[in-house]
């Protein structure tokens, strides 16, 4: 698509200096392409032609179309709407493009001149609790534009940095340590992450007891908060595990084991993977020796209290906390120690960090601190911030126990994926088995397109039962399209059609044909763009829009009742191209398609 306008560019610009006597350099023309209630692919704005030209729009526009008209084959008509000139393109140039398109093989690489060592960290869960709603949002975007990155032939690595170190894995482990009486999730029957998380929550039920109970003896809120005996008893085994105290390291390699088992489990349910794993217990160490590397520079700074700290006022921050008083880290120590370490394995051009909006002052902070340490990696890291996801019922807090649980989820939308499907009616020649990968596809499809069909910068609402729709802008709707290709290429088959039969010397091409060859042809632009801007949204959309064109191709012409076996053989190639846009822009997403629904 972009060679022809490239070439039509290029014809406009000769027209010009044809017709006016002027040069004018095919890039600098304003191009668009032509609104749907205009006949035309192309558009050029013939108003910012006006100045050089001496003429009004209407009458430049005229007199080029009527020049193309006589001296270009590729423009087939053309009409002038104010200061636009719509171009038409000759059926013969659609069908030369739409056999580039065939040729063209299904693991070519989008060439976008964009980094190529890309290295993208998502998921970063914490020990203490299982994956939920808000981390499925992050996962699937995090999959969806590593995949991306690699369809422009960037070499990508999947990171996942575990927190599994700190305070409020600390909080689990102290609840456990109280109240667990040697539960284990094979004894509870329970994942080994939701069983971490059971005490994650206990612990927060206990310590606003005892804050409540200091605030009634007259203790200032705040100072309750701290003193209360729980949070007092956590921090002290924090330190305990800083110091490697063996039975605090030996609970914590337990619990972290069994969650461990549980996030396996999840990841594998909802179809992510990784490619490295990296873990807050061994970067934290690096990012201490960072620290004491900013305060013999000078760069970072001691108080009183023993705390380190950076000033970043002049880049418009605050001043950041790197090293707690006790000598115990904060997260900005580990992530210090974490982006050296992938540098160091993989010497990005790119680090992506997919972490939600409520962190953007912590990723700015970061990235000002290691320029503050003259790391050549700095401007190489990227914070992907998205928006969080809430429920009708309001916002999900962990400590409270009121997350919308990841594994519940998943099998409520294949559960609901499911229903929404038999209600169409019986599926015919699949087993139970095949059934239900079906409706596991299906429900999997619907969560991570509803999830990803959103700006990523843009908080949003989930609505479960509106994802699983096999109508409207949803996976299933998609998903069913490509399901209604894969069924007409077997008819095709059994009726001996050969799909790689038809000529490029079609007598024409209908309406609804060259629309789609056109969409087809802007693959390799969205892919461009959604690279460009990380953002899985814009290959979510051309995926809809692709399944809505081919619906209208469908209505509008027959294909297998054609008469003529040259159209028809065509007709089957079209569709067939057409599945395989879907299932590889589908594929960007993280997103299988049925070939039976």
Known sequence: MQQLENDIRAALSAAIQQVFSVSVAAEQLVMQPTRKEFAGSFTLVTF?????????????????????MTHEARVSGFNVVKGFLNLEIADREWLRLFQDLVQRPDDAPVPTGGPQAVIVEYSSPNTNKPLHLGHLRNNFL???????????????????????????????????????????????GIKGDHLAGKYYVLFEKHYREQVKQLEAEGVLPDVAKRQ????????????????HDEEVVGLWKQMNGWVYEGFTETYATIGVDFDKYYYESGTYLLGKERVEEGLQKGVFFRKEDGSVWVDLKEEGLDEKLLLRADGTSVYMTQDLGTAELKYNDFGYDLSLYVIADEQNYHMQV?????????????????????GMVDLPSGKMKSREGTVVDADELVREVVAAAQAATLEKGKIEGLSEDEQ???????????????????????????NPEESVSLEGHTGPFIQYSHARIAQLRRKAAQMGINE???????????????????????????????????????AAQYAYD????????????QVLAEPDETKRAFRVALSAQTGRAIKATMQLLGIEVPERM
């Open 48 to 68: 910012s032609l006006t100045k050089a030209l001496g003429k009004g729009p209407e009458q430049i526009g005229q007199a080029l179309g009527e020049w193309l």
């Open 142 to 188: 995090g999959y969806s534009v590593a995949e991306i990155m690699k369809a422009t032939g960037a070499t990508v690595t999947k990171a996942n940095l575990v927190n599994d170190r700190g305070i409020h894995i600390c909080k689990s482990m102290l609840a456990y340590q109280r109240y667990g009486n040697g539960e284990t999730p094979q004894s509870a």
């Open 228 to 243: 209360a005996p729980m949070m007092l008893e956590a921090q002290d085994m924090l330190r305990a595990w800083e110091a």
């Open 366 to 386: 970061l990235k000002a601190v290691l320029k503050k340490l003259g790391k050549p990696y700095a401007e190489a890291i990227h914070h992907l911030s998205y």
């Open 436 to 462: 239900a990968r079906l409706f596991h596809t299906l429900g999997l499809g619907a969560l991570k397109y509803y999830l990803l069909k959103v700006d990523p910068k843009k908080r949003m609402l989930f």
């Open 500 to 538: 790689k039969a038809y000529f490029l010397a079609l007598p024409e091409l209908q309406k609804s044909e060259r629309e789609m060859i056109e969409e087809l042809a802007r693959y390799a632009s969205v892919v461009t763009e959604a690279a460009r801007t990380f953002s899985p949204a814009i």
């Open 546 to 557: 692709l399944a809505k064109a081919y619906n209208r191709f469908y209505a509008e012409v």
